[in-house]
């Protein structure tokens, strides 16, 4: 006898351990940014088989990696019969997160996860054709890495500026521009502020085919170099924003570019990276996987490279929104950073979330993106 | 000793019984209309008692409202605190829909409902301010009954139009305009239809002040009447689109307005209702404080008067979406109107949901969306 049908919904079992990382799949509201519904988490997840629910497993991320997928190409199917751009559009919006989120935890196979990364590039430029979005996308080279980019301007609006402020935006270990960092960067552009998004060295497009730059302050300069030479941009007023890893990387930018910033926001990120063999088994991989590296003396080594140590002073203001549980990067670094730097320094601390916070994304997401906003207007004397 | 901390979740037996309207809670990704994140679930559900875990309870419910009212005032608080037009009008969005929820299902005290639901609309309003959105809001009287509505024109895009097609948008039981309505209408408006939205006798602002109207028909013969005063709406091409009880309202304007409206959609609707004491519990109470009702014999009473026969013909073009296994309004007397109409009444069902399809929202209000909009193209002739 066939089973009753009923209406798709995620496993309890699968809810139990899924359920802290919903909020990074739901994200963040945005208009242009790909984006997934709940119902696509109910139908892409159902009846997902009981005895592959390990969330250590290549084997769970492999039968995710397919559900997603599957349901990235039923968006697909959907986007070409549909017969409006705003179906097409919002379909292929659909279709570039599915897959995204069927690969962001999927290593196995570097070459399928390149390819599926660059379907998500596919899908969200089609998204976007008609629209009155004013992005532009190039790529350039840094050493042998191409670095692919978007640059987006806001929309025209009352006050005209003659030369936008800007934020350039970072990725972390594993999301893509064309999800996470687009939904940020709309938050800035609502409030007049350009926004540069970029793949660099072992991030998006480039993750497995190259490693994370050791020194990623070196890929910063030469986009800060690019900007100069933008009419549209103002390089006076230039912030940068990092996400989980990338808001290492936002210190970093803080602390060897800071000169050149007029703020750095450090979502979730931190001086000093948990011991690499304390981290979750699936976490390892991600790490590995970014850095291109071996085994757990190597990672660690690589960890010990990338600790920054604490200064007494910053060339620049770094706000720093942190979960007291972060596993990955310790709080207690962070909050002798701000020990030292003070008011150059705002530390907002959530004593319930763990890493990047991820249940008052809207929240913080609204004060990060005043905060910059504040930090890049005009001073008026 | 205190309970370690740890990131807010939806408490998994929570989960096991509000599963099936998680879809309803997220909705439809939409740019204006009010919407909440997966955080504010996990953060207004977190630690929810064990004991008033029964959706058939009205203290279930009490504890629900208590719990999103708490966190829709803490977007209000952000609102305010927020220093920026985009953060003000994000959290204001936010606000409006965590006092919908809060209330969606609440039905103990009628005063504090409709204060409520006044304050979803005010926090809808204010989300608008300084928007570019081409919207007019005001109200006329249906008798007795004040009518509140908004029409919102398309933007004006490189082809404009001397004036637009425009469809009429109606609730369901339980739904707000500013919430679900809205989401919605977004989809016409991205096709260069314009928009009237209303909250009719009984719905939205007047659910449990008066009951919904049982010629609803005569509300919508008196939009239209309105509708025919706007220079900027061509009343020649009128669609109706109605959502679950609101769907039931688009087959009964199609029946007997049917030759003023170019197209019909009716998500979820049917000619008849299931049987008033096989509804579940809080449903019952839905239909019961919609229309003002007493006991179940005059319920069914009601419910017999609402009944629709099927007609061999039609003056419009209906198009139903319905899942098979809907238990309110059965899938069996829409196919037999699908039997009897043909081309007249194209009918998608999806055979493993239930009342209006959640999971699917997304993929069909696409497809639903370009239908109607095929239906108000200028003709070419």
Not at 205 to 219: K, L, S, Y
Request: net charge negative; proline share 5%; charged share 20%.
């Amino acid at each position: 006898m066939k089973p009753a049908l009923k209406p798709a919904r995620l496993p309890e079992p699968l809810y139990r351990l899924c359920a802290y990382f919903l909020p990074r799949l739901m994200f963040l509201r945005s208009e242009h940014g790909a984006q997934i519904h709940w119902g696509d988490i109910a139908i892409a997840l159902q009846d997902f088989p009981a005895e592959l629910q390990d969330l250590g497993s290549a084997e769970f991320w492999q039968e995710w990696m397919q559900r997603w997928s599957r349901l990235g190409h039923d968006y697909v199917t959907l986007a070409n019969e549909s017969c409006s751009v705003a179906g097409a559009s919002s379909a292929w919006r659909s279709a570039a997160a599915c897959f995204h989120w069927a690969e962001f935890m999927y290593f196995s196979d570097p070459v399928w996860k390149t390819q599926m990364r660059q379907r998500v590039k596919e899908c969200f430029m089609r998204s976007l054709e008609h629209t009155e979005l004013s992005l532009c996308s190039g790529e350039f080279m840094h050493g042998e890495v191409r670095i692919p980019y978007y640059l987006v301007l806001p929309a025209q609006k009352v006050v005209s500026e003659t030369a936008w402020p800007c934020v350039i935006l970072s990725n972390g270990l594993d999301s893509v521009t064309e999800v996470e960092v687009f939904a940020f960067a709309e938050q800035f552009l609502a409030r007049g502020i350009a926004v540069f998004m970029f793949d660099g060295p072992g991030q998006g497009i480039n993750v497995g085919c190259n490693p994370i730059d050791m020194q990623f302050e070196t890929v910063v300069q030469q986009i800060i170099t690019r900007l100069k030479t933008e009419p549209a941009v103002d390089t006076d007023r230039l912030g940068f924003f990092g996400i989980s890893f990338g808001g290492y990387l936002a210190l970093r930018v803080a602390r060897y570019l800071g000169q050149q910033f007029q703020a750095v926001v450090n979502l979730s990120g931190g001086p000093r990276l948990s011991p690499y063999v304390t981290l979750p088994r699936r976490l390892k991989e991600d790490f590995r996987y970014a850095f291109m590296g071996g085994d757990a003396i190597e990672m660690q080594n690589i960890f010990d490279q990338l600790a920054l140590t604490v200064q007494e002073q910053s060339t620049t203001d770094i706000l720093s929104i942190h979960g007291a549980l972060d596993d990955i990067f310790p709080v207690a670094a962070l909050e002798d950073m701000h020990q030292a730097l003070g008011d150059q320094h705002p530390l907002k601390v959530y004593p319930s979330e763990a890493h990047v916070c991820l249940n008052y994304i809207n929240q913080y997401s609204i004060e990060v993106a005043d905060w910059l906003a504040q930090k890049l207007a005009k001073s008026v004397g």
